[in-house]
């Protein structure tokens, strides 16, 4: 039997991507939060120690309900990888911290250092795109969050409330 596809806009990804894409956020998600257990992760997407470890060497295909489970928990950080194998991210739907006023300095700071890894070859490396990271990270929160508002601003004047 052939391997399932999954055709998005610009190419074609098998399954095993997806699987190994989805286990290796697990893996950076133990090392990252120190002291996490194969079996803390079974306790969050609802499986035993033994089937964690699977899903997180990329040996076994996740159902949807341990999926979701890890989406909770641990947000973009679990799914984001995979997702942008499909062209998606997850986003969370609540209003984040964000505030207005961290609007500017999150995207300037994000400008700067793109203009920054731009000025000596006019690209920016892996080397560089993993600098940014983190003001890559704060700019989404800021910009989401102005989404969020803009959405539900929308939906209250659907509703004649706004």
Request: glycine residues 10%; aromatic residues 4%.
């Amino acid at each position: 039997m052939s391997e399932g596809q999954i055709h998005p806009r610009y190419r074609t990804v098998s399954a095993s991507t997806l699987i190994e894409t989805l286990g290796a956020s697990l893996a950076r998600i133990k090392d990252e939060d120190k002291g996490t257990t194969d079996a803390d992760l079974g306790v969050v997407l609802g499986k035993s120690k033994d089937r964690a470890e699977s899903y997180r060497k990329g040996h076994g295909d996740m159902g949807v309900v341990s999926f979701l489970r890890g989406c909770r928990e641990w947000d973009g950080r679990f799914a984001n990888d995979v997702l942008a194998l499909v062209g998606m991210k997850l986003v969370p739907l609540e209003t984040s911290p964000v505030t207005d006023r961290d609007t500017l300095p999150a995207l300037t700071d994000l400008l700067h250092q793109v203009a920054v890894a731009l000025a000596d070859d006019g690209k920016i490396d892996d080397r560089e795109l993993d600098a940014m990271c983190g003001a890559l990270d704060a700019a989404g929160r800021t910009i989401d969050m102005l989404r969020e508002r803009r959405r539900a601003r929308g939906l209250r004047l659907l509703e004649g409330r706004g």
